[in-house]
C-alpha cells in the first residue's frame, strides 16, 4: 500500500500512516519509516501527513529527531497515578495507575505502558516479568533475538532434570 501511496502523492494529498511496520522486522521497518519521514519532509511539495508509530527507540536514539522542518510531533496524553509525588523514573516505570485522556498534546511519548495494559488485561504475571526483563535488557543493548533464546533459569533446570 504505500508505494501506492507514495507514488500518487501531491501536495495537496493527505497521507495517513498508521502504525507502520507493526509486527515486521524490528531494524528494517524502523529505518523505512524514518525514511519516508525524511524524504517527505524535505520535498519541496510535501503532502500533509498524519503517522503513528510504537517505534519509541527511534528517539530514544535521536535517529529520528524533533527538529525536522515541517514535522511536529504529538503524543497521546496520560495521567499517572504514582501515589508518590517524588515523581522519579523507577515510579513512573512501575505504572502504578495510568488514565488514558484520549486526547494529544505536542511532544514525542518517551515510553510505552504496553507491559502495564498487559498487567491490567490479565495477562499471566509470569509472562509479565519476563517481559518487564526483557524490556530492562533491551534498554541496555543487549540483542533481544538472544536475549528471547536462552532459557530462563527454571526452564533449564526442568529440561536438565528430565534428561538425566
Same mark, same amino acid.
Given at each position: 500500500?504505500?508505494?501506492?501511496? %507514495?507514488?500518487?502523492?501531491?501536495?495537496?494529498? *493527505? *497521507? %495517513?500512516?498508521?502504525?507502520?511496520?507493526?509486527?515486521?522486522?524490528?531494524?528494517? =521497518?524502523?529505518?523505512?519509516?524514518?525514511?519516508?519521514?525524511?524524504? *517527505?519532509?524535505?520535498?519541496?511539495?510535501?503532502?500533509?501527513?498524519?503517522?503513528?508509530?510504537?517505534?519509541?527507540?527511534?528517539? #530514544?536514539? #535521536? @535517529? *529520528?529527531?524533533?527538529?525536522?522542518?515541517?514535522?511536529?510531533? +504529538?503524543?497521546?496524553? @496520560?495521567? %499517572?497515578? =504514582?501515589?508518590?509525588?517524588?515523581? =522519579?523514573?523507577?515510579?513512573?516505570k512501575? /505504572?502504578?495507575?495510568i488514565?488514558?485522556? +484520549?486526547?494529544?498534546?505536542? $511532544?514525542?511519548?518517551?515510553q510505552?505502558?504496553?507491559? +502495564?495494559? &498487559?498487567?491490567?488485561?490479565? @495477562?499471566?504475571?509470569? @509472562?509479565? #516479568?519476563?517481559?518487564?526483563? %526483557?524490556?530492562?535488557?533491551i534498554?541496555?543493548? +543487549?540483542d533481544? &533475538?538472544?536475549?528471547?533464546?536462552?532459557?530462563?533459569? $527454571?526452564?533449564?533446570? &526442568?529440561?536438565? /532434570?528430565?534428561?538425566?
Amino acid at each position: 500500500q504505500m508505494p501506492k501511496c %507514495l507514488s500518487l502523492l501531491t501536495q495537496r494529498s *493527505l *497521507l %495517513l500512516i498508521d502504525e507502520f511496520g507493526k509486527g515486521t522486522d524490528v531494524l528494517d =521497518s524502523p529505518a523505512i519509516f524514518v525514511a519516508i519521514v525524511s524524504v *517527505l519532509a524535505h520535498t519541496g511539495a510535501c503532502p500533509r501527513v498524519i503517522s503513528c508509530t510504537h517505534f519509541h527507540g527511534l528517539f #530514544k536514539t #535521536k @535517529i *529520528l529527531t524533533t527538529r525536522i522542518p515541517g514535522v511536529i510531533h +504529538y503524543a497521546t496524553e @496520560i495521567l %499517572l497515578d =504514582s501515589r508518590d509525588t517524588s515523581s =522519579s523514573e523507577d515510579v513512573i516505570k512501575e /505504572n502504578t495507575g495510568i488514565t488514558f485522556l +484520549y486526547s494529544i498534546k505536542e $511532544g514525542i511519548s518517551k515510553q510505552s505502558f504496553a507491559i +502495564y495494559c &498487559a498487567t491490567i488485561c490479565g @495477562i499471566k504475571p509470569a @509472562i509479565v #516479568k519476563r517481559a518487564k526483563q %526483557l524490556g530492562m535488557l533491551i534498554d541496555e543493548g +543487549y540483542d533481544i &533475538a538472544e536475549q528471547c533464546e536462552r532459557l530462563t533459569d $527454571g526452564r533449564a533446570h &526442568a529440561i536438565s /532434570n528430565k534428561s538425566r
